[in-house]
């Protein structure tokens, strides 16, 4: 009996014990972009090579390019995101430095904008969100991305 009860109390506090858990669903982890087509002229481009990663947790999500600098400065650029449904909406961009994080301001830097992000805020339409793949899409392009 004894035992029983420590098992239940064990089992309670690792229930308890983390108040930070996923909270997006199947938008969570780790994305990599793949596609950015146009919807004007349906023309794609092929990005995989430059290595574009989202990151989802919680309410941020961090553009991760381990070989370019996005936004000038480094290579993790930071976000703050509502997903309702199937919109994501990105409400602002920041510079991730070690001790600060400083706002990314209108115009966004032309390395931002060739991945599809052309102003703050700005709001997608989920278009496919499995496991495995996610398209986002506006307006004007269509992101997708695979699960990595």
Avoid at 112 to 137: A, K, N, W, Y
Wanted: charged share 20%; glycine share 4%.
């Amino acid at each position: 009996m004894k035992h029983l009860i420590v098992s239940i109390f064990s089992l309670l506090c690792l229930c308890t014990a983390c108040d930070k858990m996923p909270q997006n669903g199947a938008l969570d982890g780790q994305w990599q972009l793949l596609q950015v087509t146009s919807l004007s002229d349906q023309s794609a481009q092929d990005v995989k090579a430059d290595m574009v990663y989202l990151r989802f947790s919680l309410d941020l999500m961090e553009i991760y390019t381990p070989r370019t600098m996005l936004n000038g400065k480094t290579n993790s650029t930071m976000a703050h995101f509502r997903y309702e449904g199937n919109t994501l909406a990105i409400t602002d961009l920041y510079i991730h430095y070690r001790d600060k994080d400083t706002p990314l301001t209108m115009p966004l830097p032309e390395a931002v904008q060739r991945i599809g992000l052309r102003e703050v805020p700005q709001t997608f339409t989920i278009t496919t969100l499995t496991s495995d793949r996610l398209i986002l899409q506006d307006s004007k392009v269509s992101l997708t991305f695979r699960k990595f």
